[in-house]
T-cell receptor, first 112, second 116 residues
């Protein structure tokens, strides 16, 4: 079992719809959670971080964390074709842990 | 540009040659990370530094790989006797960390290595 699991997709949504991306993790002591967006051939770009249970909103993006269920999600509202990318979930074991452990990403396609 | 900078962006080398990559982190960041990513996979942790100290190294990392951050600023990653399996994108990231306060890591553009 991988430490961080994501549905590989591809996930396809029409323009203007809500895209929902999910991530589960195995280390119950994990404290820090991140979502990165990665366009093909480019490096990951941080879009959200979340540290506490509940929702965190930033523009069209909402991250949701449920530590009891070891689950973190990313919602993208009003999806745009420019949101088409691979979304990587990353998890850190505790606040000062060195490494982030990444899932293999979910590929999202937003169709005009 | 004040982001993380990596050099070179692309490197093609023959099997058995040595290669060295450089990373310049965001200036006030004290942590620097190296990751490796292959197609269809998420970034895989290699090693990280806090200032000049190398604090963790992946158990998966061959002894052909070595990294340094001599003055706590830029870092180099060297791969000796390259193999075709080393072909990947090598990513550098940096963050600022104080005791009990960690910020997110920001990635550079990556160095794409092709071993032929």
């Amino acid at each position: 079992q991988k430490e961080v699991e994501q549905n590989s997709g591809p996930l396809s949504v029409p323009e203007g719809a809500i895209a929902s991306l999910n991530c589960t993790y195995s280390d119950r002591g994990s404290q820090s959670f991140f979502w990165y967006r990665q366009y093909s051939g480019k490096s990951p770009e941080l879009i959200m971080s979340i540290y506490s249970n509940g929702d965190k909103e930033d523009g069209r993006f909402t991250a949701q964390l449920n530590k009891a269920s070891q689950y973190v999600s990313l919602l993208i509202r009003d999806s745009q074709p420019s949101d088409s990318a691979t979304y990587l979930c990353a998890v850190k074991g505790w606040t000062n842990a060195g490494k982030s452990t990444f899932g293999d990403g979910t590929t999202l396609t937003v169709k005009p | 540009d004040t982001g993380v900078s990596q050099d070179p962006r692309h490197k093609i080398t023959k099997r058995g040659q040595n290669v060295t990559f450089r990373c310049d982190p965001i200036s006030e960041h004290n942590r620097l990370y190296w990751y490796r990513q292959t197609l269809g996979q998420g970034p895989e942790f290699l090693t990280y530094f806090q200032n000049e100290a190398q604090l963790e190294k992946s158990r998966l990392l061959s002894d052909r790989f070595s990294a340094e951050r001599p003055k706590g600023s830029f870092s180099t990653l060297e791969i000796q006797r390259t193999e075709q399996g080393d072909s990947a994108m090598y990513l550098c990231a940096s963050s600022f960390t104080r005791v009990m306060d960690d910020t997110e890591a920001f990635f550079g553009q990556g160095t794409r290595l092709t071993v032929v």
